[in-house]
């Protein structure tokens, strides 16, 4: 099994920057795609931004050029540096990886944490 455990999360105002991270931790082999999503409320989930084990990242249109995804392969971590913030940017973020051990293949999520960007 693997845990998250994600911070960074809080109030920003318009314009303001926030940065997020996630340590995975747990008895695996190897870990493949991380990855942040969010869900606004009334919303559906959508991926913000992912990042593989290789470094080859991929962005939501409605974050590209303002949030940057990176990772930290010896410490497990992934982040998510979001600059430019709009208050459509509120929402519940979580994060994802996907992770094996022996021949087998898992997803885990976060618990989430909340960003709101309000004046």
């Known amino acids: 099994q693997v845990q998250l455990v994600e911070s960074g999360g809080g109030l920003v105002q318009p314009g303001g920057s926030l940065r997020l991270s996630c340590a995975a931790s747990?008895?695996?082999?190897?870990?493949?795609?991380m990855a942040w999503f969010r869900q606004a409320p009334g919303k559906q989930r959508e991926a913000a931004a992912s990042?593989?084990?290789?470094?080859?990242?991929n962005y939501a249109d409605s974050v590209k050029g303002r949030f940057t995804i990176s990772r930290d392969n010896a410490k497990n971590t992934v982040y998510l540096q979001m600059n430019s913030l709009k208050p459509e940017d509120t929402a519940v973020y979580s994060c994802y990886v996907y992770w094996a051990r022996g021949r087998y293949t898992y997803n885990s999520w976060g618990q989430g944490t909340q960003v709101t960007v309000s004046s």
């Open positions: 990042i593989t084990s290789a470094g080859s990242t």
């Open positions: 747990g008895n695996v082999d190897s870990i493949n795609t």
